[in-house]
């Protein structure tokens, strides 16, 4: 789920790129992206992208640290499949950070409104973090598992 504002931004790169892959048996396939620079606002230095690698479109995708302050986009076998392409070989890659909303969603909002001390705390965190759990529950594919997610986040807050 992506704002209209993140849809019209640049994107974080836009080229061909040669598909790698690590030593060893059942090393993953991947491309460095290193005009990507890793920051420390990421969660475990992952961030989450969309675009795509050739014809097949990536959603909801995270680029992931490599090491030394670069980032990688593993390219797993369903992706390999579907572009006909291996280690060796070039990709076109053209990813764009996928943001989250601005705000907190209605539905999140009003379950808030309901525990008065979860939303104290849950607005004196910092915004990152906020996104974070907002994130978590909007990646969900099931309205349960939203849910889910919404009650064990106010029963963390609310302690």
């Known amino acids: 789920m992506q704002s209209l504002f993140s849809m019209k931004k640049a994107p974080l790169t836009d080229k061909n790129y ?16 290193p005009e990507v620079p890793l920051e420390k606002r990421f969660p475990f230095g992952m961030m989450k992208v969309r675009g795509h690698i050739d014809d097949y479109q990536l959603e909801n995708y995270k ?10 986009l593993p390219v797993n076998a369903k992706i390999r499949k579907a572009i006909k ?10 990813l ?16 808030l409104k309901d525990a008065p001390k979860a939303m104290m705390r849950f607005f004196e965190m910092p915004d990152w973090e906020q996104k974070l759990y907002i994130e978590s529950i909007l990646n969900a594919k099931k309205k349960d598992t939203q849910v889910e997610r919404i009650v064990r986040m106010i029963e963390k807050l609310d302690y």
């Open 63 to 72: 680029l992931m640290p490599f090491g030394n302050g670069l980032l990688f």
């Open 96 to 111: 764009f950070e996928d943001e989250i909303p601005q705000g907190v969603p209605a539905e999140i909002m009003d379950c």
């Open 18 to 33: 040669l598909l790698e892959k690590f030593p060893g048996k059942g090393g993953w396939t991947y491309a460095l992206i």
């Open 85 to 94: 392409k291996e280690a060796g070989d070039l990709a076109h890659i053209q």
